[in-house]
């Protein structure tokens, strides 16, 4: 028992951020995002023993929150209805995030694949040089030139060239 909380606490601590960033993008609210992945962990806790291939398990708890959130979006009720007045349009964010949200998802989808893939799995899924290699069946090399080629093409289009 001690052995089983030992792995799957480690797991939790390794991989913990880097789902939670999963869990936001299938909810887009934070407090959605931590409720969804403690679900999926304590599924993934009581399949422990189950889970013979322990290099798959971000995809099962991955598949977990996605079950989830489908379950959790089935069972809400319909809070909105139809109304004879539209509301009155939302202020424009004042720091002007969802522009460069738009603007980085733009860029990012005008990169080759390699250096979109690499740039994604770097700063979105939180995994190092190797992993990323072993990932792409690359050399380290190849990623970091990937990655720093890709950065500074990201940057090239996002960065005014005041700068």
């Known amino acids: 028992m001690d052995l089983k909380c030992d792995e799957f606490r480690a ?17 887009g609210h934070p407090a959605d995002a931590e409720d969804l992945l403690q679900s999926a962990l304590a599924k993934t806790y009581l399949a422990w023993d189950r889970i013979q291939d ?10 977990a ?9 089935r069972q809400r009720k319909l ?13 424009p964010d004042a720091h002007g995030h969802d522009e460069v949200h738009e603007l980085l998802e733009d860029a990012l989808s005008r990169l080759p694949a390699r250096m979109r893939a690499a740039i994604v799995l770097r700063y979105y899924e939180d995994m190092t040089e190797p992993e990323i290699a072993e990932t792409l069946g690359v050399s380290v090399g190849t990623v970091k030139s ?5 950065m500074a093409k990201l940057r090239g289009e996002l960065v005014p060239s005041g700068r």
């Open 79 to 91: 809070e909105e209805y139809p109304s004879e007045e539209l509301p009155e349009p939302a202020p």
């Open 146 to 150: 990937s990655m720093s080629r890709g």
């Open 54 to 63: 322990r290099t798959a398990l971000d995809g099962y708890v991955r598949r």
């Open 65 to 73: 929150m996605v079950n989830i959130n489908i379950s959790w979006w």
């Open 11 to 27: 797991y939790v601590q390794a991989r913990g951020p880097a789902l939670l960033r999963v869990a936001y993008q299938l909810t």
